[in-house]
């Protein structure tokens, strides 16, 4: 059993900065050791900046570091699956980004090397963990909303400035690197959170097109599932309205009221029932990731259970797959 986390991050990019990166150092019994970039000075200035003892700039010189006893992994999905599989080879744990990978298949891959080499895998959706979302599920498990019906996903985006960059396009339009566009970037979050909140998905299916052209990925998603437990739900993505028509909203109706919330910001989640209405506001931490790496490092010392696994993970990988017409 393990004493202290000493993190090695592969992976130096936005998303690490403030969001991630700083709760590893913040966690107790967790310390942020090393950093890689493949690019020539990121990771050097990444671990100045962040008071960050090493860094390298080779993802496989990271992962032999005898000082390190766990990996976590910040890339694009398109080497989740090979960081992944070194990292166990290694016999050290794994967190990685979401989603998992890029397609369900590569899913499965990494649970079974993970399990070859009996070296737990985590998977960063960290909204299971975020105080906001607890509140949801609290309010569900009260039965103030009473018996849930139904579930609907609403969201409506308007295209960022870097999707106009045809010669150089964000890799999370480029199916190739993403396993789609913003799509499977940000509506894994929310079917996720459903995983989490109501029950796992038993089966999805959806429409996908691309309407405007920018980018190869699909801009534009339907879909319909059902629940193990035989909830339906349906969602609608769309991330090319105008900023007017800009929508972020999730709604759990009940037998005897509903639950609305968004998936992406602090605002209250607002409760509707036969007595009115009630908002219910919660704390957005700073490194979103901190309550969820909390639980990881629990785990690992052997004290407590991280709710967000390559099992659950996968899951969600299969639905977007499913709603995709993928498999």
């Not at 599989?85 to 990494?110: F, H, I, Q, T, W």
């Not at 789609?180 to 989490?196: I, M, N, R, T």
């Amino acid at each position: 059993m393990m004493k202290e986390l000493r993190w090695g991050m592969i992976g130096c990019g936005d998303v690490t900065e403030v969001k991630s990166g700083p709760a590893f150092n913040r966690v107790p019994h967790s310390k942020l050791l090393a950093v890689m970039c493949r690019t020539p000075g990121r990771a050097e200035d990444y671990a100045a900046r962040h008071r960050i003892s090493k860094w390298y700039q080779d993802g496989a010189e990271l992962i032999a570091d005898p000082e390190i006893n766990a990996i976590y992994i910040a890339t694009p999905p398109d080497s989740h699956l090979i960081y992944t599989e070194m990292a166990a080879e290694a016999g050290k744990p794994v967190y990685v980004e979401k989603p998992m990978a890029r397609n369900y298949s590569e899913c499965l891959k990494m649970i079974g090397i993970c399990e070859k080499y009996d070296v737990p895998l985590f998977v960063a959706y960290y909204r299971r963990c975020l105080p906001k979302f607890q509140t949801v599920r609290k309010l569900l498990h009260s039965g103030r909303i009473g018996t849930v019906r139904t579930v609907m996903i609403t969201l409506h985006l308007s295209p960022r400035e870097e999707d106009f960059n045809r010669e150089n396009l964000p890799w999370r339009v480029l199916p190739e690197v993403a396993g789609g566009g913003y799509f499977v970037d940000l509506a894994s979050h929310q079917l996720d959170l459903l995983d989490y909140l109501i029950a796992p998905i038993a089966k999805a299916k959806g429409i996908a097109k691309n309407q405007a052209g920018l980018y190869p990925a699909e801009d534009l998603v339907l879909a319909i599932f059902h629940f193990e437990n035989d909830i339906a739900g349906s969602g609608n993505w769309c991330f090319t309205v105008s900023p007017d028509n800009q929508l972020d909203r999730m709604e759990i109706i009940g037998s005897k009221g509903k639950l609305e919330f968004s998936a992406f910001d602090d605002s209250p989640v607002r409760l509707s029932h036969q007595s009115g209405t009630e908002e219910f506001s919660d704390i957005w931490p700073q490194h979103v990731h901190q309550p969820l790496v909390e639980t990881v490092v629990r785990e690992l010392l052997g004290s407590g259970k991280c709710p967000s696994t390559g099992i659950s993970a996968a899951r969600t990988s299969r639905v977007m797959d499913q709603i995709l017409g993928k498999i």
